[in-house]
Nanobody, 118 residues
Framework: QVQLVESGGGLVQPGGSLRLSCAAS????????MGWYRQAPGEERALVAS???????YYADSVKGRFTISRDNAKNGMFLQMNSLKPEDTAVYYC????????????WGQGTQVTVSS
C-alpha cells in the first residue's frame, strides 16, 4: 500500500509565501514523476508544476517565476515553494505521484487548502 501525505496549506496575505510538502510511504521501488495540481471552486483540476525522475520541471504559465517544485528524496516526496502569492492562487492543492511498486500506478494526496486573502 502506498499513501501520500500532504501538509503546508494555510491562510496568507497577498505577496506572502507558503511551502507545501508531500511524502509517500509504503512499498516503493521508484518514483517516475511527481506533480502538484490545484482546483478552485467551479474550475477543473489543473497541473501547477511537475518534476520527473531526471529532474525535468514544468510550470504552468500562471506560476512561472513564483513557484518552485523540488524533490525531497529522504521522504520520497516533494515540495512546492510558493512565493509572491496572489488571490487567484487560492485553491485546494493536490500532490500526485507516479510510483513503481508491484506495478506502476498513480497516487493522489487528499489535498491541502491554500487561501490567499487580505
Amino acid at each position: 500500500q502506498v499513501q501520500l501525505v500532504e501538509s503546508g496549506g494555510g491562510l496568507v496575505q497577498p505577496g506572502g509565501s507558503l511551502r507545501l510538502s508531500c511524502a509517500a510511504s509504503g512499498s516503493i521501488f521508484s518514483i517516475n514523476a511527481m506533480g502538484w495540481y490545484r482546483q478552485a471552486p467551479g474550475e477543473e483540476r489543473a497541473l501547477v508544476a511537475s518534476i520527473t525522475s531526471g529532474g525535468t520541471t514544468y510550470y504552468a504559465d500562471s506560476v512561472k517565476g513564483r513557484f518552485t517544485i523540488s524533490r525531497d528524496n529522504a521522504k520520497n516526496g516533494m515540495f512546492l515553494q510558493m512565493n509572491s502569492l496572489k488571490p487567484e492562487d487560492t485553491a485546494v492543492y493536490y500532490c500526485r505521484m507516479v510510483i513503481l511498486s508491484m506495478r506502476v500506478r498513480e497516487y493522489w494526496g487528499q489535498g491541502t487548502q491554500v487561501t490567499v486573502s487580505s
